[in-house]
């Protein structure tokens, strides 16, 4: 099985700084994408931003400029700074890993984390 672990989640002004963490571990061979989507209450969950194992990255319209997510693909750890955070950024951030390939597997896994909670508010 493989568990991913968020971390860097909290309360901040607006204008301020947050980096978010995910690490996943378990018997990983590969993982093709890993991203982070956020749910606001009342909102459906959206993504933020996704970057391939190759470095490729995408981003929702509304954070770029702000943020900017890389990942360690020797530590199967994804992250998310985000800047210039706004009151509107406020949501539960989950982490997302997909075409998660296992050892001793031939099929490709999609796992989530649990999320972790973003406040933005003065």
């Known amino acids: 099985q493989v568990q991913l672990v968020e971390s860097g989640g909290g309360l901040v002004q607006p204008g301020g700084s947050l980096r978010l963490s995910c690490a996943a571990s378990?018997?990983?061979?590969?993982?093709?994408?890993m991203g982070w989507y956020r749910q606001a209450p009342g909102k459906q969950r959206e993504l933020v931003a996704a970057?391939?194992?190759?470095?490729?990255?995408n981003y929702a319209d509304s954070v770029k400029g702000r943020f900017t997510i890389s990942r360690d693909n020797a530590k199967n750890t994804v992250y998310l700074q985000m800047n210039s955070l706004k009151p509107e950024d406020t949501a539960v951030y989950y982490c997302?890993?997909?075409?998660?390939?296992?050892?001793?597997?031939?099929?490709?896994?999609?796992?989530w984390g649990q999320g972790t909670q973003v406040t933005v508010s003065s």
């Open positions: 997302k890993t997909s075409g998660v390939k296992l050892a001793h597997s031939v099929r490709l896994f999609d796992y």
């Open positions: 378990g018997s990983i061979f590969s993982i093709n994408a």
């Open positions: 970057i391939t194992s190759g470095g490729s990255t």
